[in-house]
């Protein structure tokens, strides 16, 4: 999976536009100012407008299909330390962020932007959910509890979030190992076992394919770090 920079801040989006699923490092946010568009993404799939707000953290995935008119999207970055309380918001007034400096912006959105949670509730979605919280989920048992075959489960996902449910829940399972490792003390081979990898070598190896960097660099980068993590999106 491509591994994004950041979006320019203010980006143009031609009509009936797909960006493949992709990840970006950069926690931002992604603010509609005009169009519509589907996001299916590491927290859900979300359909937006004008005035509405996707929040990413770092290492998010996501999938973006615009609608027949296009978009225009405001990007803002997020601080370093960001942890989301939601994945999405609204702004009655997201002109307002055009005339603001990005610190600005993005203190703005942490603090104005009420949450809202109506994602859209297909199987796919129900699955995307169920991997979130579980990422060691049985895909096999969770197709036959729906009435579902293992074939239709695997394409049905990917139509929808680029990524088959193998690899959402691998994405899933990495990115609860690295947000353990950041925020709290406990020991890798420890983190290694409460997020479902069969051994600490395996954790490493796929936190390193998400994030670029080794659990052990994480670490040492996380004691270098002032202050507690920024929140957002808190109710």
Not at 78 to 93: E, Q
Not at 184 to 207: C, K, N, W, Y
Request: net charge positive; charged share 25%; glycine share 8%.
């Amino acid at each position: 999976m491509a591994l994004a920079n950041l979006p320019r801040k203010s980006q143009r989006v031609p009509a009936n536009a797909i960006y493949p699923r992709h990840l970006h490092r950069q926690a931002y946010a992604a603010v509609v100012l005009r169009g519509t568009y589907v996001e299916a993404g590491s927290h859900g799939r979300f359909r937006v407008r004008e005035g509405d707000v996707l929040f990413h953290g770092a290492f998010d995935a996501h999938r973006d299909m615009f609608g027949a008119e296009g978009g225009e999207i405001l990007n803002v970055a997020l601080p370093v330390d960001w942890l989301a309380h939601c994945a999405a918001g609204r702004l009655d007034d997201a002109d307002r962020l055009l005339r603001l400096a990005e610190p600005e912006a993005a203190l703005l959105l942490m603090r104005a932007a009420p949450p809202r949670d109506d994602r859209e509730r297909d199987w796919p979605d129900l699955l995307a959910d169920d991997l979130r919280r579980d990422p060691s989920l049985a895909l096999r048992r969770w197709a036959r509890a729906h009435g579902l075959r293992s074939e239709t489960l695997s394409r049905g996902f990917f139509a929808l979030y680029g990524v088959t449910p193998a690899g959402f829940r691998a994405e899933a399972r990495a990115r609860a190992a690295w947000q353990r490792i950041r925020g709290s003390d406990a020991a890798l081979a420890a983190i290694a076992a409460e997020t479902g990898f069969s051994d600490q070598p395996h954790m490493t190896r796929a936190v390193r394919a998400l994030t670029g960097r080794s659990p052990g660099l994480w670490r040492q980068l996380r004691s270098r770090r002032a202050g507690p993590a920024v929140l957002a999106c808190k109710a």
